[in-house]
């Protein structure tokens, strides 16, 4: 998939084609925020936006038959044709929203979209997942129903009478355009179950996880308010809506309140066995849980001997790097799934080197594994391990196994040069850097700074020696 945007905040001119793993790299202020934001907020709309229009043909078929039959290859095709102009001209306005900034800032922009994002993949797993239906009593008083069946080239939507009717035919006709917009809702409804699903991290978590407490507590007390105090928290309420925040950090607000909810749930990699589970083990070092107290860990110390445990400590007194990790987490264990895109907005906060490089292997065994992920970092150790791993990448088994031994990295983490692009975000554009045998992917603004440091050290060294050669020299001529 190849995503741009154009004409807005610092970008003029920008377009990434996102590979399995995708690296942004870039200085401060040259836009990469405004990118990721973007790309989040264009994938959330395709999945809340349906393509496919009822003929009128369809429509009259529907409501003399009382069935309409939708296939699944017809499906593909008018996903496919929201890219075949290349540009989304409502799209702006709904960008202006995610990014809770003023229309006006995104009247000139310009998205650009050049395939259809695994939308192909997403509709083979369509027909290869469980049975699913969507059904709703219309105050026509019919049934209407949505459903596909197991292995199903068709998507049947249908209508019957209720039992309340008697048995009588449905009356349909009045209500035409309330029935189909219903009946596309559940057609929506079914279908996005299954199309690529984002999935962003932000770079603000730390905040959000650090008053996550007080977060849940206020929205207790929301939930649980009566109709009688409504005015009294009215106030409460709308800042509860969050809407001046970008959609990411929203998204991620919401992930925080239903906590407990989604930790009863289990993703593709929730076996503990699992090598991604092992790899996120390894990187959190603890597990979490959420009750009725709140957020808690469970240190796995390196202290207490090997494999022993400390006791539960509360999320507001744990280290920043504890509380940078949940969401990752509870994404791998309870959310996670192959057709997924992962944003991950600036990994390397609040990690420690090591753990930078740890994170690096985690996220290319997760990519191994089936889940896309998109990173924007500023962190030389990230990149710098990515590229050890795609370095130690060979095409044979056997090579591969040689070389896990000698460096004692998991050949699961080793990545393939051809599923990872990575970019350099300069003022108003992104540059794709290409990879070098041995070397990986030159980042110049990095390696700069690195051979500045280096010269300074040289040069402060090679003074230092002079200076001290200088005062051996006059005490030696003391002494004689």
Known sequence: MKFGIKNIGPIKDCSIALNKLTVLCGENNTGKTYYTYSLCAFLEYLRNTNPYTFSHEERVGFLETGKLIVSVKRLVESYSSIFSSGYMKQFPS????????????????????????????????????????FEMIHASGNKLVVSHDKGSDDIICSYVPTENMGGASPQLYPLEDSVFRHVEWMFLMLIRRHLPRCFCITSERNGVYMFGSELRFFNSILANASIKDFAKYQTLRKRFDFRGYPLPVRQEIDVLLRLDEI????????????????????????????????????????????????????????????????????????????????????????????LQRKFA??????????????????????????????????????????????????????????????????????????????????????????????RLYSLLHDNICVDDSADEGADHEKRT
């Open 263 to 354: 930790q009863r749930t289990r993703s593709i990699f929730s076996e503990e066995d699992s090598l991604v589970i092992k790899c996120l083990n390894n990187l959190v070092g603890g597990t979490y849980d959420v009750d009725k107290s709140g957020i808690s860990f469970t240190e796995t110390s390196r202290n207490v001997g090997k494999g022993g445990e400390i006791g539960k400590i509360g999320l507001n007194r744990c280290s920043s790097s504890v509380r940078s990790l949940i969401e990752l987490d509870y994404y791998v264990r309870h959310i996670a799934r192959l057709s997924d895109i992962l944003i991950i907005d600036e990994p390397e906060l609040d990690l420690h080197p090591m």
């Open 94 to 133: 709904y960008l202006a929203k995610s990014l809770a900034i003023e229309d006006a800032a995104t009247s000139s922009c310009i998205v650009e979209a050049t395939s259809e994002i695994g939308i192909h993949d997403s509709i083979k797993a369509f027909i290869e997942a469980e049975s699913s239906k």
């Open 361 to 454: 292997r985690f996220i290319t065994t997760l990519v191994n594994s089936g889940v896309r992920v998109f990173l924007t970092t500023h962190s030389d150790y990230l990149i710098r391990e990515i590229n050890l791993l795609v370095c130690a990448w060979s095409d044979d088994e056997k090579e591969r196994s040689r070389r896990s031994t000698e460096l004692g990295i998991d050949k699961e983490a080793f990545l393939s040069p051809n599923i990872i692009s990575c970019y350099v975000m300069n003022p108003s554009c992104a540059k794709q850097m290409i990879f070098e045998e041995g070397r990986g992917f030159p980042i110049e603004s990095f390696d700069e700074n690195i051979r500045q440091f280096s």
